[in-house]
Structure formats: structure tokens, C-alpha cells
């Protein structure tokens, strides 16, 4: 018989205990960031139904990168590739029973069909922030900023690590409408198509644009145009009130999502070799609406943002932020012999540790004790306990902290 291949699926990942130690201090610092900022965790299904994502969503995303299938009764499902659709499904089923404003986050597994690189994989966990209804939008915009700041200074990064760029789709709308004189279907496909500009030439650019519109190409954005002033006030005020010296405008931040609609912001790593977004968000009004628990004319807006578990685990890497592995276990009590009254009185000292709280693991293999103590070392655990015939005899033993 063809013995099996131990590769895993393309683009995932297997987490031996180093990899999930990592995983967890990077899940616990976010979860004790946002936390304390107030926000509450949520959860759902890595399975939805696709329809949800076929509204406003990405059209990369739609076409290229989900994971879809039809299951044995005919519904087509979906593996999430981003949790935003499903935290608007939730907010409108619950709508009347929730009491807004809400500050909900999640660290949902999110799947995309994607070209794995550095920084992208198929599946990854992503840390979801989101502020649901409020009334005054532009304390909330800035609140979320701020929390994206204090998140990477919880990591131990520096101002100069990174820097939170920022626009806005209202501005962006502006600028399509009055400068290019775009109608509502070329500003979309536009504006779809200004989310790659850095992964094209500026020729496939030019011709992409002139399957867009007949309109004349039009190269620069002209942002002093008078007509987007107040947006750009706006955005101004925000840079403002956030307060820190690495956050700037940007008129080449799109994002891909259709849903945006307000500001839009993207935070990158300024290492040059890693110069990706690192996560990005915004403020999207018009998609809770879509579901129809809620009427029209009702409008519950967001603002919010996802940051990958792969672009954070490369940002602290390559600073050395992340801590040395340690082993969850305190204690590794060795036995030294296969005689009956040594292994009672190891099991009795191995229970009378966890019963003081410490994690012990247990060695029933009769090694000797320079074997027990590289045998810890190997596997990072910080004490040794050996038990033979003397501790069994004396009723006594040490701990050796290594
Ligand atoms: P997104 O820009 O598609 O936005 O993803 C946000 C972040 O998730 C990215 O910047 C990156 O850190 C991470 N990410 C995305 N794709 C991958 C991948 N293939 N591998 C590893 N990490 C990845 C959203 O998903 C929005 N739903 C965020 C949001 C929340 N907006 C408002 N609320």
C-alpha cells in the first residue's frame, strides 16, 4: 500500500505547541487590549450561507477567493472569509433585543482561497473590532484609532514600527463624482479597480480604466479640488484628536470591501521588507441593512477592523517581540526504577504538586537523572522532581529549577 504524505492542506497551518504558544500570547494580548477598551466577545459558525456575502462585498473576494460548496440539501455554504457580513447577520436578527451602542470583538479562523505568501495564508484568525449604533460617529472613529495604537504598543512596538493610514470613502465618492465625473456604476468598478493599483502596472491600470468608462483617462487624483474639502477637514480633525505623531491622510487607502462608506484606514508595518498592511478597517453604514429584520430607513452604521494572526506574528518577529516559548507544564517528576513503593510515592508527589496547582507531567521509562533534566530542557519545562528508591524510603524530595 502508498504510504500517506505528511503534508498538511495548502496554505494551513498545523500548530505543534511552540506555534500555540505563540498563537495564544498574540490572542491573549489582543483579547486583553480590546477588553479593556470595554468590547465583549462574540462568536459564530465558521459556516454560512453564501448569499450573505453576495450583496456588498468584495468582488475579488466573491469570485476568487471563497471557499464554497453545495451541501447534501441543496444550500450553498460558504467557509467565512471575514467575519463582518456575519456580525451585521447577527446585529439585525437580534436587533430589537440588543441595547446599542455595542463593542463586540471576536478572534474568528477565516478562509480564503488565496495565493499563499508572506503574510497571506487559506486559513487564518483574525481579530474582529467592531462599535455597532452610536449617535456621535466621529468619537467612535477616532476611539477606534486610538485603540488600534495602544493594541501595538501592547505588543511592545515603538511609534516608528508602524503607521495607520487613513481616507475616506465619502471623499473617495467626491473625488469620483466631481473629478472624474464617474456615474454610480463606474465609480464602484473604479473604485474596485484603485484597491489594486499597487499590484498592477500603471499600463494594465490605463486599460483597465478604459473598460471602465469612455470618459478621458484621468491619472491624478486632484484631492484640493474644493468640493472634497470637508471630508478632508474631517479627516484632519480625526488625525487630530488621535494624537500621535504616525497617522496620516492617504488618498491611496481604498480597502476592497464595497461596504465602506466613511473613513477607511490601513495600518502599516514600516519595516520595509514586510510592507503590507498589517490590518485594516472602516466605517461601514449600509450593511445591517441589507437583512430584512430591518427597514429601510432605519440605519445602524460600524466601525471597525481585522487584523490576521499571520501579519501580526510577522511584525513581532521581525523585531523580536515575541516571547520565549515556555512549557504550560511546571514540573516534570522522573522515576528512577520499576519498583512498586518508588512508583506510589512518585504518583503521590506528582498528585500533591497538582494538588498545589502546579501542571506535572509524569515519566514512567526508568531514565537516570542527567537524562530527566535534558529531557526538560528540551521541552522548556522550568522544574525536575526525580524520585528513587532513597526519596521513597526518606518520604523527601527536591525540586530542581533549571
Ligand atoms: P481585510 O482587509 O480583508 O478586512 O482583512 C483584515 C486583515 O485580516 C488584513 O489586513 C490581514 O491582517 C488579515 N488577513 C486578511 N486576509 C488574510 C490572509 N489570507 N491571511 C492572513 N491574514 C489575512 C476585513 O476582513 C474586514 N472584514 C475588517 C473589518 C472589520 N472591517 C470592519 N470591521
Known amino acids: 500500500m502508498k504510504k500517506l504524505k505528511t503534508e498538511n492542506y495548502k496554505g494551513v497551518r498545523d500548530f505543534y505547541p511552540k506555534d500555540v504558544f505563540v498563537q495564544k500570547y498574540i490572542f491573549q494580548t489582543w483579547t486583553k487590549t480590546v477588553e479593556s477598551f470595554g468590547f465583549e466577545e462574540y462568536n459564530a459558525s465558521l459556516l ?25 440539501g441543496d444550500r450553498e455554504v460558504t467557509l467565512r472569509p471575514e467575519m463582518t457580513p456575519t456580525l451585521a447577520r447577527m446585529i439585525a436578527a437580534k436587533k430589537r433585543e440588543l441595547s446599542f451602542p455595542l463593542r463586540y470583538y471576536s478572534i474568528p479562523n477565516c478562509f480564503r482561497y488565496e495565493r499563499p505568501q508572506r503574510g497571506r ?42 503607521t495607520i493610514k487613513i481616507n475616506s470613502r465619502t471623499l473617495l465618492n467626491s473625488v469620483y463624482e466631481n473629478y472624474y465625473e464617474f456615474n454610480e456604476n463606474e465609480a464602484l468598478a473604479f473604485q474596485r479597480l484603485s484597491d489594486k493599483k499597487d499590484k498592477i502596472t500603471d499600463a494594465e491600470f490605463k486599460k483597465e ?15 484640493s479640488d474644493k468640493k472634497v474639502k470637508v471630508q478632508l477637514e474631517y479627516i484632519n480633525e480625526i488625525i487630530k484628536a488621535v494624537g500621535i505623531p504616525n497617522i496620516e491622510f492617504d488618498q491611496n487607502i481604498v480597502r476592497g470591501f464595497d461596504y465602506y462608506t466613511g473613513i477607511v484606514f490601513e495600518v ?4 520595509p521588507e514586510n510592507n503590507r498592511a498589517l490590518f485594516g478597517g472602516g466605517r461601514y453604514s449600509n450593511l445591517i441593512d441589507l437583512f430584512e429584520t430591518v427597514k429601510d430607513d432605519v440605519n445602524i452604521s460600524g466601525i471597525g477592523f ?21 512549557s504550560s507544564t511546571d514540573v516534570l517528576v522522573g522515576i528512577l526504577s520499576d519498583d512498586e513503593k518508588v512508583i506510589e510515592y512518585a ?56
Open 209 to 223: 480604466y478604459e473598460k471602465i468608462t469612455d470618459k478621458d483617462y484621468k491619472d491624478i487624483v486632484d484631492i
Open 268 to 271: 502599516f508595518d514600516t519595516n
Open 306 to 326: 481585522g487584523i490576521g494572526d499571520v501579519p501580526m506574528m510577522n511584525f513581532l518577529e521581525s523585531r523580536n517581540l515575541l516571547p520565549e516559548f515556555v
Open 48 to 72: 454560512e450561507n453564501s448569499e450573505i456575502y453576495k450583496a456588498k462585498t468584495s468582488e475579488e473576494i466573491i469570485n476568487n477567493q471563497t471557499y464554497s460548496f453545495v451541501d447534501r
Open 347 to 402: 504518583d503521590g508527589v506528582a498528585n500533591e504538586l497538582r494538588a498545589n496547582g502546579k501542571n506535572v507531567s509524569i515519566n514512567y521509562d526508568w531514565k537516570k537523572v542527567g537524562d530527566y533534566i535534558k529531557m526538560a530542557e528540551k521541552n522548556c519545562i522550568q522544574s525536575v522532581v526525580v524520585i528513587g528508591e532513597k526519596e521513597t524510603e526518606e518520604r523527601r524530595y527536591e525540586v530542581k529549577r533549571l
Open 121 to 162: 495564508l487559506r486559513e487564518f484568525w483574525q481579530l474582529n473590532v467592531d462599535i455597532l449604533n452610536v449617535k456621535n460617529d466621529k468619537f467612535y472613529d477616532i476611539e477606534v484609532l486610538k485603540l488600534i495604537n495602544q493594541l501595538l504598543l501592547n505588543f511592545k512596538a515603538t511609534p516608528s514600527d508602524f
